[in-house]
């Protein structure tokens, strides 16, 4: 029975107004900490639509990537290079599909353009050398970053799936050095953009690196002594760098050499701060490896082989390298042991880890196919991919992930 409320005058029976729900008296902070406590991305997506407030929280960047830091990306194939014929040329590419239970991803991938053979015809000044090809430069969130010509003045991110472009142009200031400028693409986990990031350490008076943001299609130029210090100090870098989450990072790929001791450096862009700085790895130079953004150990670690042997290494409170984990691959998976004895297979190259997963391909410099293998270090769980390629492609090589969909949102608020 509803309380009856009395006055001197007259009696009336008026209920009291119901409390409001306790969702509604709270905070954006207070609902993304909740969220953050959520298992796995599917109670995560679930959430988001029950109400138009929580799917807008469950939506910001810092929610939607932790999540994505626990889920397997969809892992589309490998693209692999070899080292070209002749310099700025581009290199003979290979697909290798990485199959799929999804019905859904495996007829985009059936159809999509990995070669960008359906990439428009543009206008260029650039039109002396190899006018009509676009050289492969880098790798993410399923996009393509491409060069075009000797000199890649025009630059190119291509979706292979939906078959799009978004060209630019390399920085006018670097004119004199655009053949030899160094590329990096990162994508956004959580929405359509992207940005480049452009080093050039051999020009003096000018700004040595730079970022393309897609957001306003422009180039901003990182005018800094103390950047301009770090980065002409990797005058020698070869390769374009690869992304590691927000990060982006070149190899100086040191050589052992008999009678001088040579130290690997690893130099990381943070496209957040806009500030660079170098790594020094905990290993002998000549190792392969990648580097990591992993929030659960701190921000960047490094994955790296030696001896068919996978070595995680983190950083301790007095940001110190140390050894977290170790998996022996032959140990631990017997056909790989097998392949090794029977198809000389005996080097590991480290491609990428992403999300506790760890892409590298298996092979052998006496023959010209290898296997791409998969390893969850959570699990220890291993997944194998044969390339039986005829000709060997020991270029840059690149596994190519499915951009993750945005959460769903609710057409009205449900009732709670």
Not at 187 to 200: H, K, M, N, P
Request: glycine residues 6%.
């Amino acid at each position: 029975m509803e309380p009856w409320e009395r006055n001197g005058i007259e009696s009336a029976k008026k209920p009291k107004n119901s409390p409001a729900p306790a969702v509604d008296v709270l905070g954006d902070d207070l609902l993304g900490e909740i969220f953050l406590r959520l298992p796995d991305m599917a109670s995560l997506a679930s959430a988001a639509l029950v109400r138009k407030s929580w799917g807008r929280v469950a939506s910001l960047p810092a929610i939607f990537r932790h999540f994505l830091s626990l889920r397997k990306p969809p892992l589309a194939g490998f693209i692999l290079t070899d080292h070209g014929r002749v310099p700025y040329h581009c290199p003979d590419l290979l697909f290798i599909s990485a199959g799929s239970g999804n019905p859904n991803l495996t007829t985009a991938v059936s159809e999509g353009d990995f070669f960008f053979e359906d990439l428009p015809d543009i206008d260029s000044d650039d039109e002396e050398y190899y006018e009509d090809e676009w050289r492969l430069r880098g790798c993410d969130g399923g996009r393509l970053l491409l060069s075009r010509g000797r000199d890649s003045v025009d630059l190119a991110v291509y979706d292979p799936l939906a078959r799009t472009a978004v060209f630019f142009r390399a920085p006018h200031a670097w004119r004199l050095w655009f053949h030899m400028v160094r590329y990096a693409i990162v994508a956004s986990e959580t929405d359509s953009s992207f940005r480049v990031i452009g080093l050039q350490p051999w020009g003096w008076g000018v700004a040595s690196s730079a970022v393309f943001c897609s957001s306003n299609r422009k180039w901003i130029m990182i005018d800094s002594p103390d950047a301009d210090r770090v980065v002409r100090k990797f005058c020698r870098i070869r390769g374009d760098g690869m992304p590691a989450g927000r990060f982006v990072y070149w190899r100086s790929d040191a050589k052992k050499v008999k009678h001088r001791k040579n130290e690997e450096k690893t130099l990381v862009f943070d496209t957040k701060t806009m500030a660079w700085s170098v790594i020094n790895p905990p290993f002998p130079c000549g190792e392969s490896y990648c580097i990591a953004d992993m929030a659960e150990h701190g921000g960047l670690c490094i994955v790296s082989s030696t001896e068919q042997c996978i070595q995680l290494w983190v950083r301790n409170s007095n940001n110190q390298w140390m050894l977290k984990k170790k998996v022996s691959l032959l140990n631990q998976f017997e056909h790989l042991k097998k392949l090794r004895r029977d198809e000389w297979m005996k080097r590991v190259r480290i491609l990428a880890m992403k999300a506790g997963y760890v892409y590298m391909e298996f092979w052998s410099i006496r023959k010209p196919h290898s296997y791409l293998l998969v390893l969850n270090l959570n699990t220890i769980k291993l997944e194998l991919f044969c390339n039986k390629s005829t000709q060997p492609y020991r270029g840059s090589a690149f596994p190519f992930f499915m951009r993750f969909e945005p959460l769903p949102a609710p057409v009205v608020d449900k009732k709670l």
